[in-house]
């Protein structure tokens, strides 16, 4: 059946042996020594992994169904430096939860911090892991209702944060094009544009 769960294992088929701190920066690494269960039946031989402990983390689209335009925000990504022509990506407003479990508060307040907009209606998306070989980072995304008709291009950020954050209104059609074109290639921007292509009617008549 369509809805039979097809992974078979759970936490309880995981043993971790012991988990060591290597670093604590901006960023946190852990060495994992675990074994699991094996497909074939018995359990693995202990495996090694460094894990990097980024915490969770939101980002919003901010989208004006009125003029059928959104915010994007440009930043200096050093991840981007060695396979990208540039390293300033277009992206959604985006930051780390710190561990609080209120997203919609985290998301108005990286809103507010990134791009000067206070928003007040949110749309959740999805969540997704971001890259669970390596990290435990879990991104919740959002879709915000704006009002960008009197929104001006400015320069934004946090000083303290090391943020120097230019924003840009584009069309829904110009930022899918500069999706379809490679310009936008960072993965949550990508699932956000992705997921408003799919439900921008659905939106358009919700907020219009």
């Known amino acids: 059946m369509a809805n039979k769960n097809l ?4 936490h309880k088929d ?12 901006f960023f946190q690494l ?12 018995g359990t693995s031989k202990i495996i090694s992994r460094e894990i990097l402990e980024r915490g969770d983390a939101i980002a919003v689209l901010p989208y004006d169904p009125v003029s ?3 915010l994007l925000i440009e930043q200096v990504r050093m ?5 990208k022509q540039t390293p300033w990506l277009l992206e959604c407003i985006a930051g780390m939860t710190d561990g609080n479990e209120d ?17 007040t209606e949110l749309e959740f998306m999805l969540s997704y892991l971001s890259s669970p070989g390596g990290t435990t980072e879990r991104l919740h995304l959002y879709l915000a209702r704006a009002d960008l008709s009197e929104v001006k291009s ?20 110009e930022a899918l094009t500069r999706l379809n074109n490679g310009e936008m290639d960072n993965a949550a921007t990508v699932i956000c ?10 939106m358009t008549n919700k907020w219009a």
Do not use: C, P
């Open 68 to 70: 059928d335009t959104i």
């Open 103 to 119: 997203y919609e508060a985290v998301v108005k307040k990286e809103a507010f911090e990134e791009a000067g907009l206070n928003l």
């Open 154 to 173: 400015g320069v934004y950020g946090l000083e303290t944060e090391g943020e120097d954050i230019r924003t840009h209104i584009l069309t829904v059609d």
């Open 30 to 41: 852990d060495l994992y020594q675990f074994e699991h269960a094996l497909f074939a039946g």
């Open 7 to 10: 992974v078979q294992f759970t």
């Open 193 to 202: 544009m992705q997921w408003l292509a799919l439900n921008r009617e659905k």
């Open 14 to 25: 995981v043993t971790i042996k012991s988990v060591q701190s290597l670093y604590k920066g």
């Open 79 to 83: 991840g981007a430096i060695k396979s």
